[in-house]
């Protein structure tokens, strides 16, 4: 979160990681599809390739404590890029254990992945590596890096975060004012209700972790009933827009024959799939509002553009059976969950703007953390309904 004002220190650090990629990999390819059928030239080219793949693998791989840099000593592009090369100068035992580490997740990813899809369970695999992989390495990065000493000069055992105090065990309920300050629990001017960590058994924390995310799901619904309204309402311009783009055909799709069985006899990989996947939905359009809620609103805009264009092909009762059942429970939660992210707009806004300082942005994000969990149970029912009871009320109706 202390990078949350270098946005643009990040994007450019991107953008040289992108030119690494376009120049390495792009290069040869323009070179094989310009070889106009000779072999040879396209044979150079496909070698080209290769070595390009591994140097920019080995790139990105000097570059792993740039991001970091940035972070922990608030450097510019060049400054990160130059922290990062000094780790494997001065502790390259340390960096190249990290990137051989990185480099065994993502694989051990992919192959769990691909696992997972011949099971058919692929929306899980496809969760692994932005939910667990990637921020892990990149939690680990930065602790690599704050705890060694990268150039001559530079202290050693800087910390990412101040230390926060721990909570008592009732918990604590954060303000909705711009700075994130805590508040009693007596406090009238609050947002969300943040369950503590508890010192109990997995199952209990388990219980109080999705508990307490219910209640935050809905304290958020309530608070903010502007931005739900308003992902509702490009939601449902979006589904005007996707019936008017089928319903003039005058196509009339007729219902399936065996409704009843569409996901088989026991669907429990497609249950999976179905809640994995709107899950998914869900938390990028929350995390993904911070782009300005561009993508939330976009998400919001196709997801309804898809629901109106089924309506204009299907009979109006073939849309209620097949999607009423589930639809009222996964279209609010997707809502509420959009709307957040339209919320979590205003902050990205104002961390850019310098307006809003790290720990309040760290805190919007932990609360949104914990509507996702609410919503999350919500869309585990959501895909139950769907997979096992929307086809055998579709097959009473239809």
């Known amino acids: 979160m202390r990078g949350a ?7 450019g650090l991107f953008s040289l990681k992108l030119l690494v990629g376009v120049v390495f990999v792009g290069g040869p390819v323009l070179l094989v599809s310009a070889s106009g059928g000779q072999v040879g030239v396209a044979l150079l080219g496909v070698l080209l390739a290769v070595v390009g793949v591994v ?15 940035i972070v922990v000593d608030d450097r510019g592009v ?3 890029v130059r922290a990062s090369l000094g780790m494997f100068r001065h502790h390259l ?7 051989a580490l990185v480099a065994a997740l993502y694989v051990g990813a992919l192959v769990a992945a691909g696992l997972l899809g011949a099971g058919g369970a692929g929306r899980v695999g496809a969760l692994l590596t932005p939910l667990f992989v990637a921020p892990f390495t990149d939690v680990l990065a930065t602790g690599v890096y704050a705890g060694v000493q990268t150039e001559p000069g530079t202290p050693t055992g800087t910390t990412v975060d101040e230390p926060t105090p721990e909570p008592d065990e009732r918990g604590v309920e954060l303000t909705g004012t711009a700075t994130g300050r805590a508040a009693s629990a007596g406090s009238t001017d609050t947002t969300l209700t943040v369950p503590v960590r508890s010192r109990n058994g997995v199952g209990e924390r388990l219980r109080q972790a999705f508990g307490g995310g219910l209640r935050a799901f809905a304290e958020f619904a309530l608070a903010t009933p ?15 827009g996707g019936w008017s783009l089928t319903a003039p055909a005058g196509v009339a799709v007729p219902a399936p024959s065996d409704v009843g069985n569409v996901f088989g006899t026991l669907p429990v990989n497609d249950f999976v799939n179905i809640a994995a996947n709107n899950w998914l939905v869900a938390a990028s359009g929350v995390y993904s509002g911070l782009a300005f809620g ?14 109106g264009a089924l309506a204009g092909v299907f009979e109006p009762r073939v849309i209620l059976a097949l999607v009423a059942p589930h639809g009222v429970i996964e279209i609010p939660v997707l809502a509420v969950t959009w709307g957040l992210g339209l919320h979590l707009a205003g902050v990205g806004w104002r961390a850019v703007r310098g307006q809003t300082d790290a720990p309040t ?5 932990r609360e949104a953390a914990h509507v996702l969990g609410g919503a999350a149970v919500l869309l585990v029912v959501a895909a139950l309904v769907e997979a096992f009871v929307t086809p055998e009320i579709a097959a009473l109706v239809l």
């Open 5 to 11: 004002g270098r946005w643009r220190t990040f994007a």
């Open 55 to 69: 140097a920019t693998l080995l790139s990105l791989g000097l570059l792993a404590f740039a991001g970091p840099a």
């Open 78 to 80: 060049f400054g990160a």
């Open 93 to 99: 035992g340390t960096a190249v254990g990290f990137v």
């Open 226 to 240: 502007g931005a739900v309204a308003a992902i509702l309402v490009v939601f449902g311009l979006g589904a005007v």
């Open 294 to 307: 561009v993508p939330a609103a976009v998400g919001a805009a196709f997801n309804g553009a898809l629901v």
């Open 361 to 365: 942005v760290a805190t919007r994000l």
